[in-house]
Structure formats: C-alpha cells, structure tokens
C-alpha cells in the first residue's frame, strides 16, 4: 500500500455534527440570490426619482412661466386706470379751456381766433363753426356730429385729419352765443397734451409706458383714451424684461435644484446598491470560505486519522512503511497547522491586532530554513525545485516569522496550483524600487496560472477566481491576502507575474534595513468584516 493510492476520494468523510450542520445552513441561506432583486428594485428606485424630478421641474417651471405672467398681468388694472385718468384729466382740461373761448367769443368765426390764447396751449387754434359757415365742409360736418351728440356745455373729441400730423383731434362743444346755439371748436395740441397731461398720469405707476399706436409691445397694450387712439399704454420694456429674467433665474435654479436632486439619489441608490453587492459578495466569499475551510481541515483530519488507525491497529506491513506514515500524519499536522495559523493571522490582522516582532535578519536564512522544510514534500510530490540565493543581500528589518509565513503561503499556492509540469522555483535577489534598495523573494511556478481580470482581486480577502481550474481545488482565499499584509507592514509590497497555462511568478519586496525607517514599521490595515 502507497500514500498514492489513499487520495481524498478515497478517504471516507468525517460524520457530520453540529458544527458541519452549522456550517451547511449558513451555506444554504447565502444571499447570492438575493443580488437580482435589489438591483431591480435600485434601478427602478433611481428611474422613480429621475421621473419625479422631472415631473417637479415641469411644474416649477410651469409655476415660474404663470408667476411672470401674473406679474406682468397685475399691471393692467393699473393700466386701466391711467386710462380713465387720462380721459378725465384731458375732458376736464378741453371743457374749461373751450368755456374760458367761450366767455370771448363775440364776434364771428374769423375775429375769434385770437381766443385760442385763452386756452392756456392746450389747442393750437379755436373756432367757430355754423351749420353754413365751417360746416358745410367734410370737416366742419364731421365737428358738428361729434358735437351733436353731447349736450350743451359738454366736451367731446372728434378725429380729423391733419396736414401736420398723421392724427388731428379736435375738442368741440355747444355754447348759447349773441347769435343763438354756437359750436366752438378746437384743434389739441398733441404735445401739449402728451407733456403735461398724459406723462404725468403714466408716471404715476413707474412699470407702465406709453408707446405709439404702431408699436407692438409685448404682451398686451390698452388705447390710452378714446380720444387719443394713437397712444396705448402697455408694461415698461424693462419691467417685463426683469420679470422674464427673474423667471429664468428661477427655472434655471430649480434645474440645478433637480439635477443635484436627481443626482444625490442616484448616487445614494448607487452607493447603496454598490454597499449592498459588497456585503453580498463578501457574504458569498465568507460563505465559501467556511465550505473550504471545512473541506480543508476535513481532509488532513481524515488522513491523520486513517494512518493513525493503521498503525494502532498494527496492520502495517514493515518498519520503512510506519516510518512513512509517521512523516504523512506530520506533513498533514504541519499542513493543518499552517491552515489554522493563517486563519487566525487574518483574524488578527482584520481585528488590527497583529503585532510583529521586528529585527534585524538576513532574508535568505529564512528563506533557506522555509525551502528546507517542504523540500522533502516536493520531492514527494515530483516536483523539481530549485532555491537561487544572490550575493552581496542586504540585511532587512523583518519579522522572521511572518516572512516565513508568506514564503510558506507562496510555495503552497504554488504547489496547489500546478499541474503535470511540476516546477517551483526559489529565487532571492537585490534590487532597488520605488527610490529604496532592497531584497526580492519570488517564487515561480509552471501551473495553471491566473486570468488577467483575476489578477487585481487576487490579493483580496476570501477571493477565489471563478475558472474551473481553481474551483476544483480547495481554499479558503485568504494565502495571498496574508502575503500582502505582510509586504505592506514591512513597508514593502507584492506585485504578479502570470500567464494562463504558462506559470505565475510572486515577488515580494522588501526594503533593505535603514530604507526610508522614519518610524516604527506601519501596523497592518484592517482587513474585511
């Protein structure tokens, strides 16, 4: 019988108790399924806040276009009551200055033009007009059907042309002169009327303007007065211009108010949803990692317990084959202790408990010392092997146990990951990176190698690539992870070479004793939780 033919299909499996049920019921309720529903339900939270955002900015802004309008329509009251001012002022004004021509008029239509005077510039000429004198002429008709209409001692307006301006007004009322019923009638003075009555009476409210009745102000305009037709009074250009500036800086407020809005939530849903994939994926890892822990302290139980049975039953065949079995049972305890001391490393580590005992040691007799001890496990393995020392290697400060740990954790990869091409490689040198000297242990490999999206994780707790070529080989993820807190509490660093099918080289630097020591080595970082 050979160690050979007792592979791990051929041991039979520990009896399970209450810590193997323990550890398939955790295995059984790992969230891995739970990832497709709360990324749905994050997308459709995200879609949610984009299509409310958009909603709210639409009716900000349908609000902000309504309150300008508002604003801008809350000037027509006052618009209409310049109107009316206007209208009063100027009848009042043509009245008293047509009595005060009238008070004059004694003498005929042609004598009485001189009392324009009296009319104080509102008109620009007064006179009589008589059903056969002025009125048998288009504008004289036209003076007297204005005038006709009103009742003796009233005032009305009557629009004719004018050789001076494109409009004429003209102010007419009846009186009762020396000769009987006289109409008396005179042409406005426009710009009189503009300066002295219709510009004090806009001024009055300092939004509205008025504009000439060609003009096409925007939004709305009312005529001044019905007398007046050719001047309307509409919203200052300013005072909508300012409203509409106001209402832009409003929506342009409420967009940016919405895009960061819309961009927090989306953010928080992303960061949410990326927390969310990170405990899931670090519960899938942990959860693997209590599958191959268990397998892997299953297995090197089960062998140490088959041989130790073999041999307290005494059913061996000869002295050399107990002797064998001596050293399998203390491969398998020195395997199952590695096991155990990395765990409880990356406990610590992850707790920030760690402590290292350091000083001042020369690299290669701890490498050496590592080589020697699996050397007998490669040659059983049928491995060939090589340990490649440089001369002239500094000496490094370094806890001679942890650098052990990380070559042992170096070489079993190295040995688990190979395949028929059974080659590791040893090799200590010096170089000098990142500005500081320093010492290389690299451990080179023939085996399956690593793919390249895989080599970025390899050194992330619980990580474990998803090809076939690792999962059909047992491990807890947590080897290289050790490796790197290591080279990073020495103030060193690991760094990967590998190609597929082709082997995989790890080196792991570190830096020559009095290199860059402006304090005590850093304490390793904390691990995941």
């Known amino acids: 019988m050979t160690f050979r033919r007792f592979g791990v299909s051929t041991v039979p499996p520990l009896p399970y108790g209450r810590g193997s049920d323990r550890i398939h019921k955790l295995m059984s309720v790992t969230p891995a399924n739970h990832g497709a529903p709360w990324t749905r339900f994050s997308i459709g939270l995200a879609v949610a806040a984009v299509v409310l955002g958009c909603l709210g900015l639409g009716a900000w802004l349908y609000q902000t276009a309504s309150l300008t309008r508002e604003r801008i329509n809350a000037l027509y009251p006052a618009a209409r009551a310049v109107v009316t001012l206007v209208d009063e002022r100027l009848h009042h004004a043509a009245l008293e200055a047509l009595r005060a021509c009238a008070a004059r008029v004694d003498a005929p239509a042609a004598d009485a033009v001189g009392a324009a ?4 510039g509102l008109f620009t000429d007064v006179f009589v007009v008589s059903a056969d004198g002025l009125g048998s002429g288009m504008r004289g008709r036209t003076i007297l059907d204005a005038a006709g209409r009103v009742e003796p001692g009233q005032v009305c307006f009557a629009n004719v042309s004018s050789t001076q301006a494109g409009f004429g007004v003209v102010a007419c009322s009846r009186f009762t002169g ?34 000439d009745w060609d003009a096409s102000p925007d939004p709305w305009a009312l005529q001044l007065a019905p007398a007046l037709p050719f001047w309307k009074v509409a919203p200052y250009d300013r005072f909508v211009a300012r409203q509409r500036a106001t209402g832009r800086w409003l929506s342009a407020i409420a967009i940016a108010i919405m895009v960061v809005g819309v961009g927090a939530v989306v953010g928080l849903v992303y960061g949410m949803n990326q927390v969310v994939r990170r405990q899931i994926a670090l519960a899938e890892m942990k959860s693997s990692f209590v599958a191959g822990v268990s397998h892997e302290l299953k297995t090197p139980l089960s062998m140490i317990r088959m041989f130790a049975e073999t041999l307290r039953d005494g059913r061996v065949a000869s002295p050399e084959r107990a002797q064998e079995y001596y050293e399998i049972i203390a491969r398998e305890c020195t395997r199952l202790g590695c096991m155990i001391d990395n765990i409880l490393d990356f406990s610590r580590r992850s707790a920030g408990k760690k402590e290292y005992r350091f000083q001042t040691v020369r690299v290669e007799d701890v490498v050496r010392e590592v080589y020697e001890s699996y050397r007998l496990d490669l040659d059983h393995r049928g491995f060939t092997h090589h340990l490649r020392i440089a001369e002239g290697l500094p000496a490094v400060t370094a806890d001679p146990g942890a650098v ?9 990869n190295a040995v688990k990951y190979s395949d028929e091409d059974k080659f590791v490689e040893v090799a200590i040198s010096k170089d000098t990176r990142r500005g500081r000297h320093g010492v290389w242990v690299s451990v080179t490999d023939r085996g399956i190698g690593i793919r390249p999206e895989d080599r970025a994780h390899v050194f992330d707790g619980f990580f474990r690539a998803g090809d076939a070529g ?20 020495h103030r060193g660093f690991v760094e990967v070479e590998s190609r597929l099918v082709r082997g995989s080289t790890f080196r792991i630097f570190l830096p020559a004793a009095g290199e860059g020591e402006t304090s005590e080595p850093r304490a390793p970082a904390r691990g995941p939780e």
């Open 117 to 120: 005077a009296s009319g104080g």
């Open 178 to 211: 020396p000769d009987g019923p006289t109409v008396l009638a005179g042409d406005l003075n426009l710009e009189y009327v503009r300066r002295n009555i219709v510009e004090p009476c806009v001024m009055l409210c300092a939004d509205l303007d008025f504009v």
């Open 404 to 412: 052990a740990q990380a070559v042992i954790n170096l070489l079993s």
């Open 470 to 489: 690792v999962r059909r080989r047992s491990g807890a993820g947590l080897g290289l992870a050790l490796v790197k807190e290591i080279a990073e509490a």
